[in-house]
T-cell receptor, first 120, second 108 residues
Framework: GAVVSQHPSWVICKSGTSVKIECRSL??????MFWYRQFPKQSLMLMAT?????????EQGVEKDKFLINHASLTLSTLTVTSAHPEDSSFYIC????????????????FGPGTRLTVL | DAKTTQPNSMESNEEEPVHLPCNHS???????IHWYRQLPSQGPEYVIH???SNVNNRMASLAIAEDRKSSTLILHRATLRDAAVYYC?????????FGKGTKLSVKP
């Protein structure tokens, strides 16, 4: 598979502060990246899709002003949780889509290891 | 993208084969069948995908029914490290949408 990294792997912050999570595709260029959120004992929920150089597309019910996504390069996307509150505590997972023809893969999505956010 | 149905949980013994079923009766002709797995506190890991023909890779095999309305992920020899939630997902032009998956337990 391919390697997608996230940083930090976990973060604890105070209510009202902002937190930035980085997602990098290490061995391929990703024109499209995705952000998911996962609450305990639940499945992954897609939050938004970001294409390099353009604005992200948010899923219904996800506040774009609260979850700022920047995809400034082909290997880096960032998610900033602004004015975080305890209900934003969750496991945030990014994903990057491989190019159309890369190794034995074709437009496959590869996932980062996730970032555990705890808001006090 | 069409919906999939998987059992909530399955158990297996170590070193034995595991067959994880997935039903997708409303699959369209352009939907690929993808399998991912997620170990506790980790991001999902790509396992395998296919369209019509059976597929094999170093992790698993994917058997697709002739009418494509169901598929089976086959782990040839389960290990304790295979304990995870396995997701069967159909993807056409859209993004990966995760269902609840099958939680696989492996007993030593």
């Amino acid at each position: 598979g391919a390697v997608v990294s996230q940083h930090p792997s976990w973060v604890i912050c105070k209510s009202g502060t902002s937190v930035k999570i980085e997602c990098r595709s290490l061995d391929f260029q990703a024109t499209t990246m995705f952000w998911y959120r996962q609450f305990p004992k639940q499945s992954l929920m897609l939050m938004a899709t970001s294409n390099e150089g353009s604005k992200a597309t948010y899923e219904q019910g996800v506040e774009k002003d609260k979850f700022l996504i920047n995809h400034a390069s082909l290997t880096l996307s960032t998610l900033t949780v602004t004015s975080a509150h305890p209900e934003d505590s969750s496991f945030y997972i990014c994903s990057a889509r491989s190019p159309g023809a890369w190794r034995e893969y074709r437009n496959e999505q590869f996932f980062g290891p996730g970032t555990r956010l705890t808001v006090l | 993208d069409a919906k999939t149905t998987q059992p909530n949980s399955m158990e297996s013994n170590e070193e034995e084969p595991v067959h994880l079923p997935c039903n997708h009766s409303t699959i369209s002709g352009t939907d690929y069948i993808h399998w991912y797995r997620q170990l506790p506190s980790q991001g999902p890991e790509y396992v395998i995908h296919g369209l019509t023909s059976n597929v094999n890779n170093r992790m698993a095999s994917l058997a697709i029914a002739e009418d494509r309305k169901s598929s089976t992920l086959i782990l040839h020899r389960a290990t304790l490290r295979d304990a995870a939630v396995y997701y069967c997902i159909l993807r056409g032009q859209g993004n990966l949408i995760f269902g609840k998956g099958t939680k696989l337990s492996v007993k030593p």
